[in-house]
């Protein structure tokens, strides 16, 4: 599946050199009811829940995309007002979790004689990908990554190799790199890489490729 990042100039041409990718930790995500997308009315079991909570936020993390780039908001939100970069990714359907996007909070049977409050991995797996109908713009899905060793900045990476290949690297509309300046930092890379420049439509809301500027291919 063809997915896309979102992110600021100097994080995107960060990862392109470095080849690797920031793992966003569940508490720095911009939603605050991200693993909390169910029933805590009962006392007992939201006391038992953030328990469970605690321990998946402390072993996992989550890297997230939109299986489109031409939103505009997305380019407002994370690509720095559109003067960010949007990175397109191949990675395979097996890796990729998809958000279920809803009006309801899961309420799901709650038995305290058991750990969690009875919290079954089932129900665990749809917390993971669970949102709030509102965020349905995003079109997002999700990488759900177990968290190693932080680096010297105090993050967590995942490499590109491996489970994802960077193919596209869009410029938003604001931008003022040239593609040359992306370009030079592909020499390393295996696989064939398209470099192009966004614009804002005319006709419609929505962002798309400006076809007055030549797009670079990297080639192997």
Same mark, same amino acid.
């Given at each position: ?81 559109? !003067?960010? +970069?949007? *990175? $397109?990714?191949?990675?395979?359907? /097996? ?5 279920? #996007? ?64 960077? !193919?596209? +690297?869009? *410029? $938003?509309?604001?931008?003022?790199? /040239? ?5 030079? #930092? ?35």
């Amino acid at each position: 599946m063809r997915v896309y990042y979102f992110t600021a100039e100097q994080f995107a041409l960060s990862n392109i050199i470095n080849e690797r990718i920031k793992i966003s930790l569940w508490d720095d995500l911009n939603d605050p009811f991200e693993l909390s997308g169910i029933d805590l009315s009962d006392k007992d079991f939201r006391s038992a829940f953030n328990a469970g909570r605690k321990t998946q936020r402390e072993f996992s993390g989550v890297i997230c995309f939109s299986r489109g780039w031409n939103y505009p908001m997305l380019w407002g939100h994370y690509g720095d007002k559109h !003067k960010g +970069i949007c *990175l $397109g990714f191949d990675i395979e359907d /097996k890796h990729i979790e998809k958000i279920h #996007y809803s009006t309801e909070k899961l309420k799901p049977e709650i038995d305290m004689n058991k750990k969690y409050g009875g919290l079954t991995i089932e129900i665990v797996k749809k917390l993971l990908c669970w949102k709030y109908k509102g965020w349905e713009y995003e079109d997002e899905v999700r990488i759900i990554v177990q968290l190693k060793e932080r680096d010297s900045s105090g993050f967590y990476f995942t490499d590109f190799k491996g489970n994802m290949e960077l !193919k596209e +690297i869009i *410029l $938003g509309h604001r931008s003022n790199l /040239k593609l040359e300046q992306v370009a030079k #930092y592909l020499c390393s890379y295996k696989t064939e890489v398209s470099v192009f420049k966004s614009r804002i439509a005319f006709k419609k809301y929505e962002v798309v490729r400006d076809e007055s500027i030549n797009e670079y291919i990297h080639r192997a």
